[in-house]
């Protein structure tokens, strides 16, 4: 597996990568004032330091990791980020009307997967399929974290969930190996992370959040109620997919991907919100606000981002950073294999 370095996005990141480039121990950029929580510079340096507890980049020294210079650098752009998104959650969040919102069924689905069942082009899902390879290059390991610090039936029902994302014990259906399998049914490059220069800041924000609040025991709550967000909603934007996939003619492993998505995070859903939830309200309930607060985060992000794409197709523009990032071009705009 490829681990390559992004390409630096402004002063920050080129800060960060310049650092990667030496022996850890080396000076490490200082955060400037004028980065703001919501730039792709501060998400992709963010990303950057993250990486390191993943799969790390070749020829990177792997005691960067710990090194204390930039973890200290790395709290400071944590730091901006948290302040962020509790600032624009508020304070006033109840864990039961969170829960209820998702799932209230909208009058009328305005997301991303309802325009692509309706209406999507092959290079629209194309795209979709490159932002969301960011996330899904690394889906489930942030929530591994959450295991050693929850008890009983928290633990065990969370376990259970990580347990099908992970494959059941098998390799070949792991769900990053059944997302790397998608790109590739889709044409798509499935190489690590080789859509992350071509995605902006709001994709580069999601996946920071989960690193975020799996990295941070005291953002366990938060961490379990973006996990749960994640599970509720899954499952229904997972089956218009399906729906737009079949009307597209699209590779089998492209449907595969998200029909397993349908049949599993139904019951995922179920085991988060009574077995997990359920159980730490009643063991921690002072953790009732932190997980209201995951939850809530979660909708915001994706709600950016949806939008912030949604602009851009309906204008008919790419939603992606350029005309050609990463090899990105126009190989998007043809049909899939099985409608040639």
């Not at 492209?254 to 029909?259: A, D, L």
């Amino acid at each position: 597996m490829r681990r390559v370095l992004p390409q630096p996005c402004g002063e920050l990141s080129a800060g960060v990568l310049a650092a990667l480039g030496g022996r850890a121990g080396s000076a490490v950029p200082t955060v400037p004032d004028r980065a703001t929580a919501d730039s792709r510079d501060l998400h992709m340096a963010l990303h950057t330091c993250y990486a390191l507890h993943y799969a790390g980049f070749d020829g990177v020294d792997e005691d960067w990791e710990w090194d204390p210079q930039l973890l200290c650098l790395r709290s400071e752009l944590e730091r901006r980020f948290l302040t962020m998104l509790r600032s624009d959650a508020g304070s006033a969040l109840d864990l039961d009307g969170e829960l209820d919102a998702l799932l209230t069924v909208p009058d009328e689905d305005t997301g991303i997967a309802a325009f692509l069942e309706e209406r999507g082009e092959p290079w629209q899902v194309r795209e979709y399929f490159a932002h969301r390879s960011i996330l899904h290059h690394q889906e489930a390991d942030p929530y591994a974290w959450l295991i050693p610090r929850l008890r009983g039936r928290a633990k065990a029902a969370l376990v259970a969930v990580e347990f099908d994302e992970f494959g059941g014990g098998r390799a070949d259906r792991i769900h990053q190996r059944l997302y790397a399998d998608l790109l590739a049914g889709a044409g798509m490059d499935s190489a690590y992370l080789f859509y992350l220069d071509a995605v902006p800041a709001h994709m580069l924000a999601i996946v920071n959040m989960m690193s975020l609040f799996g990295l941070h025991r005291g953002l366990r709550g938060a961490g379990v109620g973006h996990f749960a967000a994640v599970e509720i909603t899954s499952s229904p934007a997972s089956r218009r997919l399906v729906r737009a996939l079949e009307r597209l003619h699209a590779d089998p492993a492209c449907i595969r991907f998200y029909r397993e998505h349908v049949e599993a995070d139904a019951v995922h859903e179920q085991l988060m919100r009574r077995e997990v939830i359920g159980d730490l309200r009643a063991a921690e309930p002072e953790l009732r606000a932190s997980i209201a607060f995951g939850i809530h985060a979660t909708g915001l992000l994706e709600d950016r981002f949806a939008e912030y794409v949604l602009t851009r197709w309906r204008d008919g523009r790419t939603s992606l950073l350029s005309a050609e990032p990463a090899g990105v071009g126009n190989e998007f705009d043809r049909p899939f294999a099985n409608e040639q």
